[in-house]
């Protein structure tokens, strides 16, 4: 008798077999795809001037409050 974890991965296999299914997760990445891309420039700004604090341990920028909306 096959174990529950071989049962999911036989239901899983002929799911990814189906066009539908194929269709769906083809979107799907490419919905997580463009937002990450969108996401990920964003952020950059304050990301580099971060790093560039770690670089030269100026700690006055790396424990002051950030007076931004998440006062991070």
């Known amino acids: 008798m096959a174990s529950e974890e071989e049962l999911?991965?036989?239901a899983d296999?002929?799911?990814?077999?189906?066009p539908q299914v194929q269709?769906?997760?083809?979107?799907t990445e490419a919905a997580e795809?463009?937002?990450?891309t969108e996401?990920?420039?964003r952020p950059q700004?304050?990301?580099d001037h971060y790093e560039?604090?770690?670089?030269?341990?100026d700690t006055a920028i790396l424990t002051r409050i950030c007076p931004d909306k998440h006062g991070r």
Request: aromatic share 4%.
């Open 33 to 36: 795809t463009k937002l990450g």
């Open 8 to 10: 999911f991965a036989s």
């Open 39 to 41: 996401l990920s420039a």
């Open 13 to 18: 296999a002929l799911l990814d077999k189906e």
């Open 52 to 57: 560039q604090a770690l670089r030269e341990s």
């Open 23 to 27: 269709q769906v997760r083809a979107r």
């Open 45 to 47: 700004p304050a990301q």
